[in-house]
């Protein structure tokens, strides 16, 4: 059985804010962004390691692909993969506990 991807409400926060602010210069690009931030996440399930180790953490099953200038960051679970953050890829990760 294949994982499945989820969002957690801070990711789903993320890409909002993302879409809100690019939107003020470009709709188009905007939808854009988010729509290619939200294929890369459906596929996921497929290659599930094709994202770096998150090099702030270290820790193998927390990963990251970039998409354009923003870094999306996920859990590896054994039965699902958990899109944790979408931050612009100059951003370093804050000890927030939101990645534990």
């Known amino acids: 059985m294949a994982r499945q991807v989820e969002w957690s409400p801070e990711a789903l926060e993320d890409l909002e804010l993302i879409a809100e602010y690019i939107e003020r210069d470009s709709p188009f690009y905007a939808s854009a962004v988010v729509s290619k931030l939200v294929d890369t996440a459906r596929g996921l399930p497929d290659l599930p390691e094709m994202g770096r180790v998150v ?44 990645f534990d």
Do not use: M, Q
């Open 55 to 98: 090099p702030e953490l270290g820790v193998v099953f927390l990963r990251e692909c970039f998409v354009y200038s923003y870094r999306l960051i996920y859990r590896v679970d054994p039965e699902r993969i958990l899109v944790l953050a979408v931050i612009h890829g100059k951003r370093l990760l804050e000890n927030t506990g939101r």
